[in-house]
């Protein structure tokens, strides 16, 4: 069965302080991994597509890397303005997604 | 100024009614998608189009039904049979790509 599994649900942290969000997957046949940000009660805002293992996107403080079977997205010296829930999204055929549950994050100042 | 657009915002139901979400979009995207947005859970599939006057079952299509009379537009129907609709919808489109773009959602609950 095609998976994606977020880790962890819930990240708290300072203001400046940098750290990882892990989006692991099972699927067969990947056509690509898009990583979402969501603020409560709105639609998901497209942030990044990932295609091949080894590859990288930046954007201001966030970064998405791809490996075989995960990605990550690396916050830098995070701001209050980088909370909100993460989402990972894998394609499969027919140009469709799956979702994990994502990944909460808040950041104090 | 391009988008998807959903309405209404928020929504109520009461028991045994029909309602109808509204979702359009101006990008000239061929594919459509309505999702479903649960506390705790990723976005699950209801249902979604590639093409006008064409429509596949996603994942959890049970209770709901839709049309893609327009290229613009892809309504969603929550019928009286959908026994838990209480929840956020989400509709989304997509070029020639495999990135979606969402709308602003609809929050439906019932009454």
């Known amino acids: 069965e095609d998976q994606v599994t977020q880790s962890p649900e819930a990240l708290r942290l300072q203001e400046g302080e940098s750290s990882s969000l892990n989006c692991s997957y099972t699927?067969?046949?990947?056509?690509?991994l898009f990583w979402y940000r969501q603020d409560p009660g709105k639609g998901p805002e497209f942030l990044f597509t990932?295609?091949?293992a080894g590859e990288e996107k930046e954007k201001e403080r966030l970064k998405a890397t791809l490996t075989k079977k995960e990605s990550f997205l690396h916050i830098t010296a995070p701001k209050p303005e980088d909370s909100a829930t993460y989402l990972c999204?894998?394609?499969?055929?027919?140009?469709?997604?799956?979702f994990g549950a994502g990944t909460i994050l808040r950041v104090k100042s | 100024d391009g988008g998807i657009t959903q309405s209404p915002k928020y929504l109520f139901r009461k028991e045994g009614q029909n309602v109808t979400l509204s979702c359009e979009q101006n990008?000239?995207?061929?594919?459509m998608y309505w999702y479903r947005q649960d506390p705790g859970q990723g976005l699950r599939l209801i249902y979604y189009?590639?093409?006008?006057?064409?429509?596949q079952k996603g994942d959890i299509a049970e209770g709901y039904s839709v049309s893609r009379e327009k290229k613009e537009s892809f309504p969603l129907t929550v019928t009286s049979a959908q026994k838990n609709p209480t929840a956020f919808y989400l509709c989304?489109?997509?070029?020639?790509?495999?990135?979606?773009?969402f709308g602003p959602g609809t929050r439906l609950t019932v009454l």
């Open positions: 699927v067969s046949g990947l056509r690509g």
């Open positions: 990932l295609y091949s």
């Open positions: 189009s590639q093409i006008v006057n064409d429509f």
């Open positions: 989304a489109s997509a070029d020639g790509s495999d990135t979606q773009y």
């Open positions: 999204a894998v394609s499969l055929y027919g140009n469709k997604l799956v």
């Open positions: 990008l000239n995207h061929d594919a």
